[in-house]
Structure formats: structure tokens, C-alpha cells
T-cell receptor
Framework: DAKTTQPTSMDCAEGRAANLPCNHS???????VYWYRQIHSQGPQYIIHGLKNNETNEMASLIITEDRKSSTLILPHATLRDTAVYYCIVRANSNDYKLSFGAGTTVTVRA | DGGITQSPKYLFRKEGQNVTLSCEQN?????MYWYRQDPGQGLRLIYYSQIVNDFQKGDIAEGYSVSREKKESFPLTVTSAQKNPTAFYLCASSKDRAHYEQYFGPGTRLTVT
């Protein structure tokens, strides 16, 4: 699976959009981009995933560049409850189900 | 409510003792996983199971064992051979090969002294 690079941390003001970048320059054609988040002392929570097209659900939007070498997770109106570690994961449609979690981005939403 | 339960939330053991962590899911998922998380670190895969009576080692399986006798249960045993067992342990499940979203339990924080 391709490696991802995320900033270590970022701050966001409550009510504003939070844009979380992820670089995955070695991604291959059959690899999906997944985003999870982990609130302190809880299990990770699935947010969204995509292959080529931009995706949106009730939690967030995922923007994938045309060359697929990077992506951005957008939390449209950040709240204090969005404070968490956000993980960008790239994974292929392979025979196993492993997700490789790196260190992620620690997002702190401030009032 | 459907979901994944892990018990207990906190567990304390003496060094040299084996300990078994419980993981149960009522989501009817085929695949189940165990991850370990150390302070300030990401998750590392210990074992995973794609179907009943089958499981594979993950990246850090040494000192751990699992069983998958029932679809809904995937217990993890931390043996005395695990050199640094103190950690936060997370269990997850996913529906099948076509569904890559993994759903996580609340975790068990194991402290071995």
C-alpha cells in the first residue's frame, strides 16, 4: 500500500471549515483513499473514502486531485467535538483487509 | 443497537500472566481485526480474520494469539511472551472484501506491572 504524509498538527476555529491535506504521491491506480478519525481514548471512526471522484457525506467532503497524488478532507463547519487525530490511509483492493494507520494529524478546534 | 463491544475497558495484570481480551460484534461482519496502539502512535495490526476458523498474523503478532470459533467473537490473548504488553488494544470488524470500512470497538487499556 502507498505511504501517506500528513501534517503533524493543525488548529481550526469553531464554525470554520477545516481542510486537512494528505500527500500520497506513490498511489497506484487501484488504491483508494480512506479517512478515519480518533477522538481521545476512543476507537477510530470511519469518515469517508474515494478512488478518483470527489465524495461527500454527512460528515465531510473528500477532494482528490486529478493526478491522485494528494487529497484534502474538508470538515465544513468544525465543532469542538471534531477535535481528534485524523488518519489518511491509502489501500488497494487486495485480498486482505489491512488498514495501515500512521501517526495522523492532530486537529484541535478552538472556540 | 448493532456494534462492537470490548471488555473490560481497563485491565490490570501482573507480569508473566496471560490475559484474554474480549471482542464481540453483532454486525454480521465476516472480517475482524485486532490492533495495538501505544501513546502518541498510530495503530498497528496484530491479527486479522476473514472468516470463521481462519486468521492471519498482522505486523506485530509475536506474543499474541487469537481464535475465531464464532463469527461474532474474536478474542485476543496477550501471552507472557509479549515483551511490552501495556497498550491500548482495539478490535474492529468489516463486512466483507467489498466493504473496506472498518468499525471499531471502544478499546481495552491493558496495564501490566
Amino acid at each position: 500500500d502507498a505511504k501517506t504524509t500528513q501534517p503533524t498538527s493543525m488548529d481550526c476555529a469553531e464554525g470554520r471549515a477545516a481542510n486537512l491535506p494528505c500527500n500520497h504521491s506513490t498511489i497506484s491506480g487501484n488504491e483508494y483513499v480512506y479517512w478515519y478519525r480518533q477522538i481521545h481514548s476512543q476507537g477510530p471512526q470511519y469518515i469517508i473514502h474515494g478512488l478518483k471522484n470527489n465524495e461527500t457525506n454527512e460528515m465531510a467532503s473528500l477532494i482528490i486531485t486529478e493526478d491522485r497524488k494528494s487529497s484534502t478532507l474538508i470538515l465544513p463547519h468544525a465543532t469542538l467535538r471534531d477535535t481528534a487525530v485524523y488518519y489518511c490511509i491509502v489501500r488497494a483492493n487486495s485480498n486482505d483487509y489491512k488498514l495501515s494507520f500512521g501517526a495522523g494529524t492532530t486537529v484541535t478546534v478552538r472556540a | 443497537d448493532g456494534g462492537i463491544t470490548q471488555s473490560p475497558k481497563y485491565l490490570f495484570r501482573k507480569e508473566g500472566q496471560n490475559v484474554t481480551l474480549s471482542c464481540e460484534q453483532n454486525l454480521n461482519h465476516d472480517a475482524m481485526y485486532w490492533y495495538r496502539q501505544d501513546p502518541g502512535q498510530g495503530l498497528r495490526l496484530i491479527y486479522y480474520s476473514q472468516i470463521v476458523n481462519d486468521f492471519q498474523k498482522g505486523d506485530i503478532a509475536e506474543g499474541y494469539s487469537v481464535s475465531r470459533e464464532k463469527k461474532e467473537s474474536f478474542p485476543l490473548t496477550v501471552t507472557s511472551a509479549q515483551k511490552n504488553p501495556t497498550a491500548f488494544y482495539l478490535c474492529a470488524s468489516s463486512k466483507d472484501r467489498a466493504h473496506y470500512e472498518q468499525y471499531f470497538g471502544p478499546g481495552t487499556r491493558l496495564t501490566v506491572t
